[in-house]
C-alpha cells in the first residue's frame, strides 16, 4: 500500500499541519457513538468491553521522547525508536507536564504566546510517545481500529514506522483504520506524536491550565469486514408524554460502501428491569440507498412503546438497545449496545420542558481536573464527582468547556443529571476574529458535528451548545443548522449569540438578551445581577416570549464566595421564564505541589513560572482540587433540596415536594425541638406522600415545652434517604431546615452579690478591677481592657480593641491583579483601612453603688488618606461576681467607604482551643450565605476553623450568634451576645492572610485571636460577577456591639 501522505504527517509538502485551520484530520474515521463490539447478544447485554475478544487496552507504560519543537521529529526514525534506550517512561492517560516533561500553564483567556492566530511560536513542546504491542492472531483478516481519546492539542499517528493519520480537537476522540499497518501475530511499532501548540489552541482557549499531552484512553478493538458502523437511538415521546417511540437507525460498514443482500440487523430493546420489551427481535434486511452521492447501508425502526418507564435526572430510567448483524447465512455477526432513555425536551412559552415539566436547573459548570494528573482524570475520580454532586442535590451539569470523556455521560446517564454537551470551540482572546475567519469554518463544525455523532444517544443530554466565549457569526449558525437538522430532539445553548449580532459585539458585560435567536433555543447569559434577571422576567413588553433563561454561569465560586446565593433562588422559584442556572464551578483547579520541607500545598498561575498567566484565577470552585467540600456547597445543596419546609400549622408540619416527576417515598423525615441547643423532644414523620410539586400537611405529636427566661426553643426538621441509592447509603440526609419557636433573651442573668468585692488598684500603666478570683486590667493609654486573668491565669491577654479590616476575599479584589482600584479591596488601600490609627480621646473609671465599676473610653479611628473617621465609643461594667458587660457603639462617618467589617478583636493564650458556641453553623456563614446554616450548638475547636482556601483569606465567620466559649483544660470564657453577634477564631491576623499567597507560607501565632463583629460584610461574587448586594455591606451609619464576659 502506498503512504497517501508521504513519511511525513506534520509536513505534507510546503504545509505545515499544525498550522493549517483548514485541515481538521487526515485519515481519521468519521465519528461515531461510543460502541463497542461483542461476539454474542449476551456479551453485549453486559456492556463490559474488557471482556470482549476484540478489545485491547493501549494504556500504560510508554516509552516517550520530549522534544523543543516539531520539526526535531522529522531527525528521527520512528520505527526504531521504540528500541531507544535513553528513552524515559510515561504513563498514558497523562499530561507530559504532571510528569517533569516542561511545566504548566495557566490563563484565563490571554494566549499563553503572542503569535496571531493560526501561527504558533517556533519553540513547541512536542512528545513522542511509542509503544510496542501485539494483536492476537484470531484478531487476522478483520478491521483494526486505533482509537486515542484525546491529545492536546494536535496528534499524529504512525504504525511500523509508517504514517496512518493526524487529527486536530484536544478533547473528542480520533479514530483511524489500521488494519493494512498492523502485522497480525508480530511485534508492531506505535508512535504517537503529539504537538503542544497548533491552529486548534486558539480555539481551546478555555481559562484552564495548557497541558500538553494523550490525556484520554488509547484502545484498539476490531470489526469484521462488514461490521455495524453506527447506532443512533432516540426514544421521544407522545400521546400526552404517556407512550414512546423509539426511532432507531443502524449503519453498516463495508469495505467497499457496497453489500450483497440478505445481510440483516437484528435490534432488542431491554427495559430498566431487564426485561426484553418485544416479543421478538426487530429484525430488517441492510438495505443500499444513497443520501447525495455516497452510497449508504442502514437500518430505520420505528416503534411504538407503550408506557415506557421516563428518563430524568430524578428517576434515570435506562433502556439497552442491543443491536446485531448477521450474514446471509445467519451467522452472527457482531453485536454491540448502548443505553437510551424515553424522555422528551422543549422550549415553549419561556419554559425548558423535560418530559413536558418545566424543571430547575441546579446546574454546575465541570471542567476536567485532577491535583496531580491534570486533565487525565480517571473513571473512579469522575465517579467520585458524579456522586458528590448528587449527594449535593446538583441535578445538571454543563460540560465546559468541551465534550467530556464518554464515562462521564454514562454516568450522567446511571445517576440521574442533565447535562449541556458543549463543542470544543472557545476563541476568546480573539472573540470576534475567529468565529468570523473562514479557514476556521470547516473546523467550528467538525467539532460540532462529531460531538453530537459520539454523544447523540445519551439521554441525559438536554442541551448541545456551540462552545463558549467565541463571538458569534456565520461559523456558528452553520453548525446550529446542522445540530438543528440531524438532531430536533435537543435544544441548542449558546451565551455569545447574547454579545452580539453577527461580527457585532455589544457593550462589555451587557448582554443583549433578545439576541441570538438562530444559535441559541436558551437565554443563556453569564453572571447578571439580580435587578438584570428580575427586569427580564417581569418585563410585559419583552420581545422574547419563547426562550427561558437558564444561567451558563453565576456565583463564581473563587475563594471565600457565592454570596447571594440564596437570592438568586428566590428569583429561580418565583420569577417567570427564569429557571436557574449553573454555578461556575465545580472545582478547584489547584495542582498539588510540595516544599522543599515535605509541606503539601496548592499551587496556580505563575507558580510553574509560566508568563502570561492570571494567578488564582483557576482556583474558583465549590470543591478543593481533593473533591472535598467547600461550606459554600452546603449553601447550594440546601437551596437545591427536593423538599421545602414550610413552617407549622395547628399542630401539623408543612411540606412541599419540589421534584416534578418523583414523590418523596424515597425520603424517611425525622424531627427534633431544642431548647439552647439541647435536645428536649424527638420524632419520627410517617411515609411522605406529598406529590410532585404538591404539598403535605403531616400531623406531629409534640407541643412546644415550657421555657425558662433566657431559653430560646427551636423546631428542626431532617429528610434522609430511606434506602440505599445509586449514588448515597441509607440515612444520608438530603433536606434539612429549621423554625425558632421562641427567641430568647438575651440579656445575660446577673445573680445576686457575691460575698467578694471588687477593689480598684493602679499601676503605672492600669487600672486593675479586681476580686480575690478575677483581675481586670485596663492600659490607661489606650483606653482598652488589656487583661482578664482568673484564677492566676491568663484568660484575655489583649483587647478587645476596634476592628474593621479581614484578610481580603477573591471577591474583594483579586491581590495580584491590576485594574482592581474600583473593587472593594482597592477602596480599602487607597483609604487605609489596613493600617488605622487609633486616638484615645476619653478614659473614666467610676465605681457604682451596687459594687460594680463602669469603665467608660472612647476613641477615634483615622485612617490613612481619608479625612472621614470611626468613633468607637465602649462602656465596661465589672460586676462582683466576675462577669464584665460591654457596650460598644461605632459611629462611621459618611465619605468611607463600604467597610469589611466593623467590631472587636481579642487575644487569648493559644491553650484555649475549645470552641463552643450557639448559633448559626457547623461551617462558615455570612451574612449573604448562611440560609444553610441551622441555629444549634456546636462543638469545634480554633484548628477547626481554620477553611484552607488555596489563596489564604477571610474564612470561618459565623452569623447570629447568641453565645461562644473558648476554653483550655482547666480554664474557660464565654461572650453572651445581648443582640445577635458575628465572631470568627483564628490563630492567623488579617494582615496574616492578607500576606500570604499559599497556605504553607501561613505560621500560626501563639495566641487565639477572638473577633466579635457588629456587622461583618457579605462575600458577593465579585471576582466575576455582581458585588456584594448593598444590603449586605457596611454603609456609614451607627452600630451596636453589646456582650457580656465571663470566666470559668
Known amino acids: ?86 528513552l524515559d517512561e510515561i504513563d498514558v492517560p497523562g499530561n507530559w507536564p504532571m510528569q517533569g516533561y516542561g511545566y504548566p500553564h495557566y490563563s484565563n483567556h490571554t494566549m499563553p504566546f503572542s503569535d496571531e492566530p493560526p501561527y504558533v511560536p517556533e519553540d513547541n513542546p512536542t512528545g513522542v510517545y511509542c509503544r510496542r504491542f501485539q494483536v492476537p492472531d484470531y484478531w487476522k483478516g478483520r478491521r483494526m481500529i486505533l482509537h486515542f481519546g484525546g491529545a492536546e492539542s494536535v496528534l499524529y499517528v504512525y504504525v511500523n514506522g509508517r504514517p496512518v493519520g493526524m487529527g486536530k480537537d484536544s478533547r473528542l476522540p480520533s479514530e483511524f483504520d489500521v488494519t493494512d499497518f498492523v502485522n497480525v501475530g508480530g511485534i508492531n511499532t506505535l508512535v504517537a506524536i503529539v504537538v503542544q501548540w497548533s491552529d486548534a489552541s486558539f480555539i481551546e482557549d478555555q481559562d484552564q491550565w495548557w497541558l500538553g499531552g494523550l490525556h484520554r484512553e488509547v484502545y484498539m478493538y476490531s470489526t469484521e469486514r462488514v461490521h455495524i458502523s453506527d447506532v443512533f437511538a432516540v426514544g421521544n415521546l407522545e400521546n400526552d408524554y404517556q407512550d414512546g417511540r423509539l426511532d432507531l437507525t443502524v449503519k453498516v460498514g463495508s469495505p467497499k460502501n457496497s453489500l450483497e443482500q440478505g445481510w440483516t440487523v437484528e435490534a432488542i430493546l431491554v427495559d430498566p428491569d431487564g426485561q426484553d420489551v418485544f416479543e421478538n427481535p426487530l429484525r430488517s434486511e441492510v438495505l443500499m440507498g444513497r443520501r447525495c452521492d455516497w452510497p449508504r447501508m442502514e437500518v430505520k425502526f420505528d416503534e411504538k412503546i407503550l408506557s415506557p418507564s421516563l428518563w430524568s435526572a430524578e428517576s434515570p430510567n435506562l433502556y439497552q438497545i442491543v443491536v446485531s448483524l448477521k450474514d446471509r447465512s445467519g451467522r452472527l455477526v457482531e453485536s454491540t449496545s448502548t443505553r437510551i432513555g424515553f424522555r422528551s425536551v422543549e422550549v415553549r412559552d419561556r419554559n425548558l420542558l423535560v418530559n413536558g415539566q418545566r424543571v430547575l436547573i441546579n446546574g454546575m459548570n465541570r471542567h476536567d481536573h485532577h491535583d496531580t494528573q491534570g486533565k487525565a482524570v480517571d473513571r473512579e475520580t469522575m465517579r467520585l464527582d458524579a456522586m458528590q454532586m448528587k449527594r449535593f442535590n446538583v441535578n445538571a451539569v454543563r460540560c465546559a468547556h468541551y465534550p467530556n470523556d464518554p464515562y462521564w455521560l454514562d454516568l450522567c446517564d446511571e445517576l440521574g443529571l442533565y447535562v449541556i454537551d458543549e463543542a470544543n470551540i472557545e476563541s476568546h482572546d480573539y472573540f470576534l476574529q475567529i468565529c468570523q475567519d473562514l479557514r476556521y469554518s470547516g473546523a467550528f463544525l467538525d467539532r460540532g458535528q462529531r ?93 422574547d416570549q419563547r426562550r427561558p433563561m437558564i444561567l451558563s454561569e453565576y456565583s463564581h465560586a473563587m475563594g471565600n464566595s457565592n454570596g447571594s446565593l440564596a437570592d438568586y433562588y428566590d428569583l429561580f422559584e418565583n420569577c417567570p421564564g427564569v429557571q436557574g442556572g449553573f454555578v461556575w464551578e465545580w472545582i478547584d483547579h489547584g495542582i498539588r505541589r510540595l516544599t522543599d520541607e515535605g509541606k503539601a500545598y496548592w499551587a496556580y498561575g505563575g507558580d510553574f513560572d509560566d508568563t502570561p498567566n492570571d494567578l488564582n484565577f483557576c482556583c474558583d470552585g465549590l470543591v478543593w482540587p481533593d473533591r472535598s467540600p467547600h461550606p459554600a456547597l452546603f449553601e447550594f445543596k440546601y437551596l437545591a433540596q427536593p423538599v421545602k419546609f414550610l413552617g407549622l400549622k395547628d399542630g401539623s408540619l408543612l411540606i412541599k415536594n419540589c421534584q416534578h416527576f418523583s414523590t418523596l ?57 430511606a434506602h440505599k441509592m445509586l449514588w448515597c447509603e441509607a440515612g444520608h440526609e438530603v433536606a434539612w431546615d429549621q423554625l425558632v419557636l421562641n427567641r430568647r433573651d438575651h440579656n445575660a442573668v446577673i445573680a445576686d452579690a457575691s460575698n467578694d468585692s471588687l477593689s480598684e488598684n493602679h499601676t503605672e500603666r492600669s487600672v486593675v478591677i479586681e476580686t480575690s478570683d478575677i483581675s481586670v486590667s485596663f492600659d490607661k493609654s489606650a483606653g482598652f481592657l488589656s487583661r482578664i486573668n482568673w484564677k492566676n491565669e491568663d484568660i484575655v491577654t489583649d483587647g478587645p480593641c476596634l476592628q474593621i479590616w479581614r484578610g481580603p476575599t477573591d471577591n474583594d479584589g483579586i491581590k495580584g491583579w491590576t485594574g482592581q482600584e474600583n473593587k472593594p479591596l482597592g477602596q480599602w488601600l487607597n483609604a487605609g483601612l489596613d493600617q488605622i490609627q487609633l486616638e484615645s480621646t476619653r478614659y473614666d473609671v467610676n465605681r457604682k453603688r451596687d459594687g460594680s465599676y463602669v469603665i467608660e473610653s472612647e476613641h477615634i479611628a483615622e485612617s490613612r488618606d ?29 465619605g468611607l467607604p463600604s467597610l469589611p467589617r466593623l467590631g472587636v478583636v481579642m487575644g487569648l493564650p493559644d491553650s484555649f482551643e475549645r470552641l463552643t458556641w450557639y448559633g448559626r453553623g457547623p461551617y462558615e456563614n455570612y451574612r449573604d450565605r448562611n440560609r444553610s446554616a441551622m441555629i444549634d450548638m456546636y462543638k469545634s475547636t480554633v484548628h477547626e476553623q481554620y477553611v484552607p482556601y488555596i489563596l489564604p483569606q477571610e474564612h470561618g465567620n459565623h452569623t447570629d450568634v447568641r453565645q461562644l466559649s473558648l476554653q483550655n483544660s482547666k480554664r474557660g470564657i464565654t461572650v453572651t451576645g445581648a443582640v445577635d453577634m458575628e465572631f470568627s477564631v483564628s490563630y492567623y491576623t488579617p494582615a496574616d492572610l492578607f500576606s500570604a499567597t499559599h497556605t504553607h507560607e501561613l505560621k500560626p501565632r501563639d495566641k487565639v485571636f477572638l473577633s466579635l463583629d457588629a456587622v461583618h460584610s457579605g462575600l458577593g461574587t465579585g471576582s466575576c460577577g455582581p458585588a456584594t448586594l448593598p444590603e449586605y455591606q457596611i454603609y456609614p451609619g451607627r452600630y451596636v456591639l453589646n456582650y457580656y464576659l465571663e470566666v470559668f
Open 866 to 894: 481619608v479625612a472621614a473617621k470611626i468613633r468607637h465609643k465602649h462602656t465596661y461594667t465589672v460586676f462582683p461576681q466576675g462577669i464584665i458587660k460591654v457596650e460598644n457603639t461605632f459611629d462611621v462617618d459618611e
Open 1 to 86: 500500500m502506498n503512504d497517501p501522505f508521504g513519511t511525513n504527517l506534520l509536513q505534507v509538502g510546503a504545509l505545515k499541519t499544525w498550522m493549517s485551520p483548514e485541515l481538521c484530520s487526515l485519515n481519521r474515521i468519521p465519528m461515531r457513538s461510543t460502541l463497542y463490539p461483542f461476539p454474542s447478544i449476551e456479551a453485549a447485554k453486559s456492556g463490559v468491553r474488557e471482556e470482549s475478544p476484540w478489545f485491547c487496552s493501549l494504556d500504560g507504560k510508554w516509552r516517550f521522547l520530549f522534544l523543543s519543537k516539531p520539526e526535531e521529529v522529522a531527525e528521527r526514525d520512528l520505527d526504531t525508536l521504540a528500541d531507544c534506550p535513553d
Open 665 to 721: 417515598s424515597w425520603l424517611s423525615g425525622s424531627w427534633k425541638i431544642t431548647i439552647n441547643g439541647r435536645v428536649t423532644l424527638t420524632g419520627e414523620l410517617p411515609p411522605l406522600a406529598a406529590p410532585p410539586q404538591g404539598c403535605e400537611s403531616i400531623p406531629l405529636d409534640a407541643e412546644c415545652p415550657e421555657l425558662e427566661p433566657g431559653e430560646e426553643a427551636v423546631f428542626h426538621v431532617s429528610f434522609s434517604a
Open 451 to 543: 460531538m453530537v455523532e459520539r454523544d447523540k444517544n445519551h439521554p441525559s443530554i438536554i442541551l448541545w451548545s456551540l462552545g463558549n466565549e467565541s463571538g458569534y457569526a456565520a461559523n456558528h449558525d452553520v453548525m446550529a443548522a446542522w445540530i438543528r437538522s440531524y438532531d430536533p430532539s435537543r435544544a441548542l445553548h449558546y451565551e455569545a449569540a447574547l454579545w452580539n449580532r453577527p461580527g457585532e459585539r455589544v457593550l462589555e458585560m451587557e448582554h443583549d438578551l433578545s439576541l441570538g435567536h438562530h444559535a441559541s433555543d436558551i437565554v443563556c447569559p453569564m453572571y447578571p445581577s439580580l435587578e438584570r434577571i428580575r427586569a427580564w422576567a417581569t418585563s410585559t413588553n419583552h420581545p
